[in-house]
């Protein structure tokens, strides 16, 4: 005789493993948002602070000082989007094992109302065999629950793993190099006596040229630059799209982007406005391959990509996703690298 105790026991063993979903810990979402709040205002702070700098003071020690409040709040920007990333981590496990948690108990009230007919069951070798047969599907389906939360749980460890990897808060310029800076700095002018890599009465171009700027975490963990602030935030939107479906037309955030449509979006968000045909959005400076950083547009006769760092750029495909960066697109013609200006 078939013991029908045995038969629901695996089931109930898998949803006593995952646990009730419910953690008796606090919640550290609230914390982890005002902290990034915080950050995001000291980067905001810190950006106009250097801006103002910027359209004030000029020349090679005034660019050094530019460069480093520049990193300076895109560092703490960074920091704030990590701490947002951390609260949407553990946001996202604890979803993933209430779902679980009820998709088991789902389970196992069905099997429970099999096992009501039970007597009736076992009084009949047909029966015997059915009755194996709804354990073993219930079984089935338990465990392919508890092996996909495993994997999203797995995800979000590895998410927060990479978290704060690669991010250094840059190190404060010391004084005696800002005061070697100044020395070099004609009262009369107030530019460098001796023009060097920083000389240039742009200072996007000054960054852009010493290789530097505005730091840019990738989905990676690692760290590349953009020229601007703008730039870098239209990076940090088109990231924020991934997954994103692929809509002929499409301009709308978490529905659905064209090519064009993603790249206008993001820099628009960033406060630069760009046009809305991908072979039109050719605008701005353009830029070798060899010189291209965060937030450079990668244009095509009909088709737009933007340029991440590390060889990467974020393209709307199907859906939106990273990419290597290219020049080819199905035999379109390609126009060039390109460099928004504000």
């Known amino acids: 005789m078939i013991d029908v105790a045995l038969l629901k026991r695996p089931i109930d063993e898998l949803a006593a ?28 702070a810190g950006t106009a602070a250097t801006n103002q700098l910027a359209s004030t003071w000029h020349g090679e020690a005034a660019t050094a000082a530019l460069l480093k409040g520049r990193e300076f709040a895109g560092a703490a920007d960074q920091y704030g989007l990590q701490g947002q990333q951390m609260g949407l981590s553990w946001l996202a496990a604890a979803e993933s094992v209430l779902r679980g948690v009820g998709e088991l108990a789902t389970i196992g009230a069905s099997f429970l109302r099999i096992l009501q007919h039970a007597e009736t069951l076992l009084a009949h070798p047909l029966g015997q065999l059915t009755l194996l047969k709804e354990a073993l599907d219930h079984l089935s389906r338990a465990l392919g629950v508890v092996i996909r939360i495993s994997g999203e749980l797995s995800a979000n460890a590895q998410s927060l793993d990479g978290i704060g990897r690669g991010l250094t808060l840059p190190e404060a310029p010391g004084v005696a190099g ?18 060097g890599a920083f000389g240039s009465s742009d200072p996007g171009s000054s960054l852009a040229a010493a290789g530097t700027g505005v730091a840019v975490q990738l ?4 760290i590349t630059h953009a020229p601007t602030p703008q730039a870098a935030d239209a990076v940090r939107n088109a990231l924020s799209q991934r997954g994103v479906p692929y809509v002929w037309g499409g301009t709308t955030p978490g529905a659905g982007f064209d090519c064009s449509g993603l790249t206008q979006w993001s820099y628009s ?13 050719n605008v701005g400076t353009p830029v070798s ?27 709307a495909g199907n859906p939106v996703s990273v990419t290597p960066i290219r020049t080819d697109n ?3 013609a390609f126009y060039g690298f390109y460099r928004p200006t504000t």
């Open 17 to 44: 493993a995952l646990g009730t979903g419910h953690n008796p810990a606090a919640n550290p979402l609230p914390e982890l948002t005002a902290a990034a709040t915080t950050l995001s205002e000291v980067s905001a």
């Open 178 to 195: 800002l005061a070697a800076g100044a020395a070099s700095i004609s009262p009369a002018t107030n530019t460098p006596a001796d023009v």
């Open 219 to 222: 989905p990676d963990g690692s």
């Open 269 to 281: 968000q960033a406060g630069v406005e760009i046009p809305r045909l991908a072979q039109e959005q």
């Open 289 to 315: 391959r060899d010189n291209v950083m965060a937030g450079d547009l990668v244009v095509w006769d009909g088709h737009v990509a933007m340029v991440i760092g590390n060889g990467q750029m974020v393209e």
């Open 330 to 332: 199905m035999g379109q």
